[in-house]
């Protein structure tokens, strides 16, 4: 996201006045994929823009070819939805609420066989909850400025980025250590056979790296690829986990490394390109090669297994336009194993920072029915640690409806490590309710399961259903070794701690 903030300050700089916000998502604008939109606000003091404070939020539906804005065979970016590169959201206070419906609405139904957003009020509620979180951002950091003063304020956050640095460097000049100086090499393949290839030279005196993507493939014809911001976020994520000290994460850590990205490949497409699924689905893999080079650990499920469903909208600008919505969630899988620990069944991982919604919610405000939800047994990578079990999600639609999965990992399997099992890949089935055979027109009908592959569309009917099946994770280690991984003794390490969930709790306990 500091790709976005820092060209959008360059953009305006010397036009923001106080009470201004932008907004924006496009990828050549330091965006990842349309869905995700940014909004910025300028934090003044004396006068003088001091900070930026930013959010970025998934939207449900910003318009494009198909419902949920994900569309799985999008080819340019015109039919992923509304693509905003520098906008005003708000001036001097006052919400532009005009030309956002204008940006949302009116201006991607212009493109062939496109609809403006077909959630529109939750898209301008969500903005100004947007607008609001950045507005107690701004609060918090004044609060600061009177506390403390300025000139102490951009000392301490100087110094957390130089704290990060010196983490970085120190990491790296470990791992130089480890592997005896040798480049750190790695490659991974997307499920239509583009490759990701990474070579990562350490400069041990200084604790330096130049992370080299030369060799992977080129720009596709499809939405796998990936603007240059979604490499960079996958590195500070990756070196964050490789971390041990426990540091807030923040741009220090990409100062001691150089990135090198090939002009016009998949991880640095082209303007117009579609990236949809370069987001959630490349930076999957981008994380995968990362974490291979450095030996961390094994692959965890890789995808993201993209699920959207809806109808309605108003198509190329008609003006009898149908009331419709467009859902979108991501769907758990299997971790990867490490040399100290079991991959963990049915989570998120990397990119699937999300939780889905609860099934009474799922069932009550959409017309679906949850037939099952449950752990994919057989699905992991076996070995000395073995990865964590794959989900399996059935959902059965109570009227029609057009859905589209978007994922990976449903030809390359998730690899394991020093010995360990490639876990299963994923699998997406819809389950078509045809006429029975021989059963004459009595009216009856039997299931029949057609495979969808990686990344399609559907028209589904009443009653038909769609199952996803996603990817575990790979194993560590040669099956049968003993095993070392550590059981950790807080049985509460992986709930929810911190100081906004304290004050949460104490906020509930005290109605």
Known sequence: ??????TQAEIWRGRLKDGDVLVSNHPEFGGTHLPDITV???????????????????????????????????REL????????????????????????????D????????????????????????IAANRKGISLIKTLIDDYGEDVVQFYMRSIQSNAELSVRNLLKEVSVRFKGQ?????????????????????PNEGKAVFDFDGTGPE????????EAITYSAI??????????????????????????????????SGEAAVVGGNVLTSQRVTDVILRCFRACAASQGDCNNLTFGFGGNKSGDANSSKGFGYYETIAGGSGAGPTWNGTDAVHTHMTNTRITDTEVFERRYPVLLREFSVRSGSRGDGQHPGGEGVIRDIEFRLPMQVSILSERRVYRPYGLEGGEDALCGQNIWVRKVPKKGGGNNGEFEELRVSLGGKNTANMQKGERIVVMTPGGGGWGKKGMESKAIQPKDVQAAWRKGSLTSRAETQESSV
């Open 1 to 6: 996201m500091s790709t976005c903030v820092r």
């Open 40 to 74: 910025i606000t300028p934090a003044f003091s004396g006068g003088k823009i001091v900070f930026y404070v930013a959010s970025r939020a998934h939207h449900a539906d910003i318009g494009g070819t198909l419902p949920g804005s994900m569309p799985p065979h999008s």
């Open 78 to 105: 015109y039919q992923e939805g509304a693509a905003i590169k520098t906008e005003k959201l708000v001036s001097e206070g006052s919400f532009n609420e005009k030309r956002i419906t204008e940006l949302l609405y």
């Open 107 to 130: 201006e991607p139904a212009m493109f062939p066989e496109c609809s403006g957003t077909r959630c529109l009020a939750d898209n301008l509620n969500d903005l100004k909850a947007q």
């Open 183 to 203: 480049d750190l090499r790695a490659t991974d393949f997307m499920d239509d056979g583009s490759p990701i290839k990474l070579k990562i030279t350490i400069d």
């Open 220 to 227: 596709v014809y499809a939405n796998i690829n990936a603007p």
């Open 236 to 269: 500070i994520y990756c070196l964050r986990c490789l971390i041990s000290e426990d540091i807030p994460l923040n741009q220090g850590c990409l100062k001691p490394i150089n990135v090198q990205i090939p002009p016009r490949s998949i991880l640095s497409p």
